[in-house]
């Protein structure tokens, strides 16, 4: 018997569970963080909520730092994660992923009163850059040539470092940038546009077909029904499912 229960689908888990095991950091606004009140919140904390729904079960949140993430996945510490997880071709060999929910662009974050030239790789030779532990931005800036990458657990930490000057620049999701003009008091802003547009995705434990199917049907029904767009809309004032005009 024990083969068999071993080969159940995750779908059937849930549901006799009752709760999907969503994790996120809860440290990435404006995609999942605590409010004021201490409750978790954010675009990401929304849709994992309303995927939860649609399955039929309650939504059960779990935050860890980023880089853990993906081994507490591995290890089923949660069923999946809900935050802004690129679907790359590395990460796919471990786990498998849901149908594309946002499509954005790694961008620099620079200081607001930043006036050297930093639009290009090539602008950030000698400089230090901070990223996110584990993330695919620090993939990215450990491949410019000449960067020195400080890696952090995650956004609130290399943010301060560079609001005091500790580094010259950091990359993350350009979805990031709006948020923090409008709700942080931290001296920064956007930069240039740096990589290749990428697709973020669900990624959950491998052979699971009726989950996966479950969870592909869930996002394309909150697209079709609106629920989708009014999250996005209330979080970032467009559909983030949609690439912008010019192709980023």
């Given at each position: 018997?024990?083969?068999?229960?071993?080969?159940?689908d995750l779908?059937?888990?849930?549901?006799?569970?009752?709760?999907?095991?969503?994790?996120?950091?809860?440290?990435?606004?404006?995609?999942?963080?605590?409010?004021e009140?201490?409750?978790?919140?954010?675009f990401?904390?929304?849709?994992?909520?309303?995927?939860?729904?649609?399955?039929?079960?309650?939504?059960?949140?779990?935050?860890?730092?980023?880089?853990?993430?993906?081994?507490?996945?591995?290890?089923?510490?949660?069923?999946?994660?809900?935050?802004?997880?690129?679907?790359?071709?590395?990460?796919?060999?471990?786990?498998?992923?849901?149908?594309?929910?946002?499509?954005?662009?790694?961008?620099?974050?620079?200081?607001?009163?930043?006036t050297?030239?930093?639009?290009?790789?090539?602008?950030?030779?000698?400089?230090?850059?901070?990223?996110?532990?584990g993330?695919?931005?620090?993939k990215?800036?450990?491949?410019?040539?000449?960067?020195?990458?400080?890696?952090?657990?995650?956004?609130?930490?290399?943010?301060?470092?560079?609001?005091?000057?500790?580094?010259?620049?950091?990359?993350?999701?350009?979805?990031?940038?709006?948020?923090?003009?409008?709700?942080?008091?931290?001296?920064?802003?956007?930069?240039?546009?740096?990589?290749?547009?990428?697709?973020?995705a669900?990624?959950?434990?491998?052979?699971?077909?009726?989950?996966?199917?479950?969870?592909?049907?869930?996002?394309?029904?909150?697209?079709?029904?609106?629920?989708?767009?009014?999250?996005?809309?209330?979080?970032?004032?467009?559909?983030?499912?949609?690439?912008?005009?010019?192709?980023?």
């Open positions: 018997m024990a083969p068999a229960a071993h080969a159940a779908l059937d888990e849930v549901k006799a569970r009752g709760t999907l095991r969503i994790a996120c950091e809860g440290t990435y606004p404006p995609f999942n963080f605590k409010n009140k201490g409750e978790l919140t954010g990401d904390v929304d849709i994992g909520k309303a995927i939860a729904a649609k399955l039929g079960v309650k939504p059960e949140f779990t935050t860890t730092e980023w880089s853990a993430i993906l081994a507490g996945l591995q290890a089923g510490k949660y069923d999946v994660i809900v935050n802004q997880v690129a679907a790359t071709d590395e990460r796919r060999q471990t786990f498998d992923f849901s149908s594309p929910y946002v499509i954005s662009y790694p961008q620099l974050i620079v200081r607001a009163n930043e050297r030239k930093l639009d290009t790789a090539a602008d950030l030779k000698g400089k230090k850059v901070g990223v996110g532990q993330s695919n931005f620090a990215l800036a450990q491949g410019i040539a000449g960067v020195e990458v400080r890696t952090y657990p995650g956004a609130p930490e290399y943010l301060q470092d560079l609001a005091t000057g500790r580094i010259d620049a950091a990359i993350n999701d350009s979805l990031l940038i709006p948020y923090l003009k409008a709700k942080t008091r931290l001296p920064v802003k956007a930069g240039a546009a740096i990589g290749k547009p990428e697709s973020n669900i990624p959950f434990r491998k052979g699971n077909p009726k989950f996966q199917a479950a969870i592909d049907k869930a996002l394309d029904d909150l697209k079709k029904d609106g629920t989708y767009a009014k999250i996005s809309t209330q979080w970032f004032e467009r559909d983030v499912s949609q690439p912008l005009a010019g192709g980023q």
